[in-house]
Nanobody
Framework: QVQLVESGGGLVQAGGSLRLSCAASGLIFSSYVMGWFRQAPGKEREFVAGISWSGGTRYADSVKGRFTISRDNVKNTVYLQMNSLESEDTAVYYC???????????????????WGQGTQVTVSS
């Protein structure tokens, strides 16, 4: 069965950095568009960044210039490098996968086929 396992979350001071990883199994990783979403308490799940199977990327305006998404199709892993973290970045971060033929990154959670269990990121000010 498909599994997405996130790691790398934690507590960091504002201005600091973290790198999240998501290891995928049970799917043909190179055929999937991969994304990161986040959900803060009392808020809806929102798109953070996505990367198509061809390497194209897309970011939420709130993280552009601070976060970088990348993927390793040999290790079946997607990464999210987060720099210049702000308290507003505090949330549970989820990895997601969408099986789509086109190299398009969708931003709506409903389009995703699989989800990880989430990893907590807390940024202290």
């Amino acid at each position: 069965q498909v599994q997405l396992v996130e790691s790398g979350g934690g507590l960091v001071q504002a201005g600091g950095s973290l790198r999240l990883s998501c290891a995928a199994s049970g799917l043909i990783f190179s055929s999937y568009v991969m994304g990161w979403f986040r959900q803060a308490p009392g808020k809806e799940r929102e798109f953070v960044a996505g990367i198509s199977w061809s390497g194209g990327t897309r970011y939420a305006d709130s993280v552009k210039g601070r976060f970088t998404i990348s993927r390793d199709n040999v290790k079946n892993t997607v990464y999210l490098q987060m720099n210049s973290l702000e308290s507003e970045d505090t949330a549970v971060y989820y990895c997601a996968a969408e099986n789509i033929r086109l190299p398009v990154v969708h931003t709506t959670p409903d389009r995703m086929n699989y989800w990880g269990q989430g990893t907590q990121v807390t940024v202290s000010s």
